[in-house]
């Protein structure tokens, strides 16, 4: 072997480490909407790769600046778990705190223009999700409160919460892309059809305030088509859909009833624990002693509401890190919309957000692994295509 065959050869290696922590990534962002065991194998492995690249590049672990607050977030999490009233088995659950390190890994992977490329393959998987939740819906029969379309995964609260989340991407692609608008456009009525047949209430309140906020970003005029599609969406659906859509009006309406109930539930548990709250995974085995009697079930693994559940789970302290995490968040990437030339990923992230946020106040989203790890990788997007200098200075050597 010459000397002028090693260089080449550690040329070669280097890209094909490269390459493989890419594959891996977007392995595991395939596998979210279709296993949570995949997911997690998956992601295991590339995060194994990504430690391989930080080692060969000599380099340190990076994030963008919402980072900090999550890690904030992990500190104050684990501090309630050491206050809660079953330490062990608050423990064991904030191992869901690991999934943050989805953030420095989709930073560090998907740089430049490999972000692209994980919205195209999250857009392709989610017609796939789509498709199966149509099939479920219309010749499987789940069309009912007891049996929703769940996709290929195991509930279909989860199911509708991913779904709102790809729509964010597709619409956000189809309204701020500068090309390849056609395919995701033929993706978004499935998108559509399968998130209103998920009978999902909190995912169509989040689904439709991400669409307000990308119509605003492209031209506020444009808002005023959300309500004809809403209209639209009203008149064409079954029953069954038009129903639960009316029903979130409705204050007699058993779930309605029972949500307003977990709201009081929160309020009891806030006051005797504030600052640490009961722990993580401890609502459930407290609900009864707050139960009021109006309740509709008898005890609820959680509290339907993002802000309530961290509040009664961790304390007042971690809501404060969750809200620091949010506008941190949100006013990073609305700067990035108003900045860059090419707004698809900060305007996707940012309808993400707003997602969140909205189905949040109805559901437990932030708390539910798989839409966790989606919602981690939409919003690092942007700061990633952003981190080029790395590669740059590779290319340079």
Not at 276 to 304: E, F, S
Request: net charge positive.
């Amino acid at each position: 072997m010459t000397t002028t065959t090693m260089p080449a050869i550690g040329a070669r290696s280097a890209f094909s480490l490269e390459r493989m922590a890419l594959w891996l990534l977007l392995a595991f962002v395939a596998s979210l909407q279709l296993s949570i065991a995949a997911a997690g194998i998956l992601l295991t492995a590339a995060l194994m790769a990504w430690v391989a690249l930080l080692v060969r590049d000599h380099a340190r672990p990076a994030a963008p600046g919402f980072m900090l607050p999550l890690l904030a977030y992990a500190g104050v999490t684990l501090v309630s778990a050491a206050f809660s009233i079953d330490p062990l088995a608050s423990v064991i659950d904030s191992k869901q705190l690991v999934l943050l390190l989805i953030v420095p890994l989709v930073y560090y992977v998907a740089r430049g223009r490999n972000a692209l490329l994980v919205i195209d393959v999250i857009l392709a998987v989610g017609a796939v999700s789509a498709a199966i939740g149509i099939v479920q819906y219309g010749l499987l029969h789940y069309d009912s409160l007891r049996l929703r379309p769940e996709g290929a995964l195991t509930h279909y609260m989860t199911y509708s919460g991913t779904l709102m989340l790809v729509l964010c991407a597709a619409v956000a692609r189809v309204v701020f892309g500068s090309r390849d608008r056609i395919w995701p456009a033929l993706v978004m009525p499935a998108l559509v059809v399968a998130l209103a047949v998920s009978l999902g209430r909190n995912a169509w309140v989040g689904a439709c305030v991400a669409v307000a906020v990308l119509l605003a970003l492209r031209d506020f005029r444009l808002t005023a088509l959300l309500p004809v599609a809403i209209a639209l969406v009203f008149a064409l659906a079954p029953d069954n859909v038009t129903n639960r859509m009316m029903s979130m009006f409705d204050l007699r309406d058993p779930s309605n009833q029972d949500r307003l109930a977990m709201l009081e539930v929160g309020q009891g548990i806030v006051r005797d624990h504030p600052l640490t709250g009961v722990g993580p995974a401890m609502v459930q085995r407290v609900y009864p002693q707050y139960r009021p009697a109006y309740a509709v079930q008898p005890v609820n693994p959680h509290l339907h509401n993002v802000p309530m559940q961290i509040a009664a789970e961790r304390g007042l302290p971690a809501l404060a890190v969750f809200l620091w995490f949010v506008v941190s968040l949100g006013v990073a990437l609305v700067r990035l919309v108003r900045g860059s030339t090419d707004r698809l990923l900060p305007a996707a992230a940012l309808a993400v957000l707003s997602a969140m946020l909205a189905a949040g106040l109805f559901e437990y989203n932030f708390g539910d692994s798989e839409f966790l790890m989606l919602f981690l990788v939409l919003i690092t997007l942007p700061f990633a295509a952003l981190n080029t200098a790395s590669v740059e200075a590779r290319r340079a050597a």
